[in-house]
């Protein structure tokens, strides 16, 4: 993976255009494809009890990131990253 790290925040564009920041809040590699699991800094840095909305974005060989284009692949990403937190949590 081309060094990125849990904690490192950059910034997205969404479909119109519009810079939105994202904070890493987990990376894995899973069939020898890169993801994060990313959170709006907004989101993140408010101090509640609210959810926050993960995304999930596959990181390409340049180190670009992509949308999951499939629900398939979207769900195989999503029980592994939930797997890793369950194993973190259990670990502190």
Request: net charge negative.
């Amino acid at each position: 993976m081309a060094n990125i790290e849990v904690g490192e925040v950059f910034t997205i564009s969404d479909d119109n255009n519009e810079e939105l920041e994202v904070e890493v809040l987990g990376v894995m590699t899973i069939d020898d494809t890169d993801y994060v699991a990313v959170g709006f800094v907004e989101d993140i840095r408010q101090e509640n009890d609210e959810d926050i909305d993960i995304f999930f974005l596959k990181v390409d060989d340049d180190g670009d990131f992509s949308a999951i284009e499939s629900d398939e692949e979207f769900d195989k990403v999503s029980a592994a990253f939930d797997e890793m937190m369950d194993e973190e949590m259990e670990d502190e």
